[in-house]
């Protein structure tokens, strides 16, 4: 009998730490990341499911610490970029977009968010979570926000905030 934890069952359990992270439900993000950790080393070998974990890990260090560290978010995404490049998955593609856009964001540099989140947006259809798309949204809207192109940011701010109502997500609603 094999004491190794299925790829499959690491990265569900990573999904539901992503869905924890979007809600901003830090206690549970909290232990989930704890668990997760636990996981991965009883795991059968997956470089896509560690780029997923890299990934939300940075995401989480993100809502924790509200700002990024330049260097280690490099550092991640070039470590990471060739195992992405070689997926065939275009969730773990939409993710990396995405996360990396929210990194540029942090930074100040909008126009690459921007960047970014285009070509998340051109993977949004495979992502099955309505508080993912919201997400997606916000930060599209707030980066072009920033850029003073209104019409369009309140296009996507309209459709975040609509909802993040409909899922309860107060806070969300606030910012």
């Known amino acids: 009998m094999s004491d ?16 924890c992270i979007i809600a901003r439900s830090v ?16 795991m059968e070998e997956s470089d896509q499911i560690l780029a ?10 993100m809502m924790m610490d509200q700002t990024t560290d330049r260097e280690a978010g490099d550092e991640m995404f070039n470590r990471i970029d060739p195992i992405v490049k070689s997926s065939m998955d275009n969730l773990l593609h939409y993710y ?11 930074q100040e540099h909008y126009r690459s968010a921007i960047k970014l989140f285009r070509k998340a947006e051109r993977l949004l ?24 192109q209104y019409v ?16 309860k997500y107060t806070e969300k609603v606030i910012f």
């Not at 206690?27 to 009883?42: G, N, P, T, V």
């Not at 990396?96 to 942090?106: A, M, R």
């Not at 099955?128 to 003073?148: C, P, T, V, W």
């Not at 369009?152 to 993040?164: K, M, P």
């Open 52 to 61: 997923y974990y890299s990934l939300v890990e940075y995401r989480f260090n």
């Open 152 to 167: 369009f940011a309140s296009s996507y701010l309209e459709d975040a905030i609509v909802t993040f109502k409909r899922l």
């Open 4 to 19: 190794f934890i299925r790829s499959e069952i690491v990265g569900a359990k990573i999904v539901e730490w992503y869905s």
């Open 27 to 42: 206690d549970q993000a909290i232990h989930l990341q704890a668990e997760i950790k636990d996981m991965l080393k009883k």
């Open 96 to 106: 990396y977009y995405f996360i990396s856009g929210q990194h540029e964001f942090l």
């Open 125 to 148: 259809e495979y992502v099955k979570d309505d508080a993912e798309e919201a997400e997606f949204h916000y930060y599209m809207g707030s980066a072009l926000q920033r850029i003073n």
